[in-house]
Nanobody, 118 residues
Framework: QVQLVESGGGLVQSGGSLRLSCAAS????????MKWVRQPPGKGLEWVAS????????VYADSVLGRFTISRDNAKSMLFLQMNNLRSDDTAAYYC???????????RGQGTQVTVSS
């Protein structure tokens, strides 16, 4: 079955950087559209960024464009999110997610917490 395990979260000061990683298994990673989503405290899930299976196309939410970079290593079945110039409103639980097709909920990992102090 699909397994997604995130790591790399932590506490960072405003303006700092973090790199999140997601180890994927149980499916053919290189064929899968992958994404990062986040859930700020007391709020719903927010889409952050997506990347196609071949890594050639990436899309970002306006709130992170120019600060975050999504990437993948298909040889290692790994997904990454480089986060620079972090702000307090980036504080959230971050989840790696696999697109499961129209009408189906994404598969998600257990999440990793990112806390940005001002």
């Amino acid at each position: 079955q699909v397994q997604l395990v995130e790591s790399g979260g932590g506490l960072v000061q405003s303006g700092g950087s973090l790199r999140l990683s997601c180890a994927a298994s149980g499916f053919t990673f290189r064929y899968s559209l992958m994404k990062w989503v986040r859930q700020p405290p007391g709020k719903g899930l927010e889409w952050v960024a997506s990347i196609t299976g071949d890594g050639q196309t990436t899309v970002y939410a306006d709130s992170v464009l120019g600060r975050f970079t999504i990437s993948r290593d298909n040889a290692k079945s790994m997904l990454f999110l480089q986060m620079n110039n972090l702000r307090s409103d980036d504080t959230a639980a971050y989840y790696c997610a696999k697109n499961e097709g129209a009408g189906n909920p994404d598969s998600r990992g257990q999440g990793t917490q990112v806390t940005v102090s001002s």
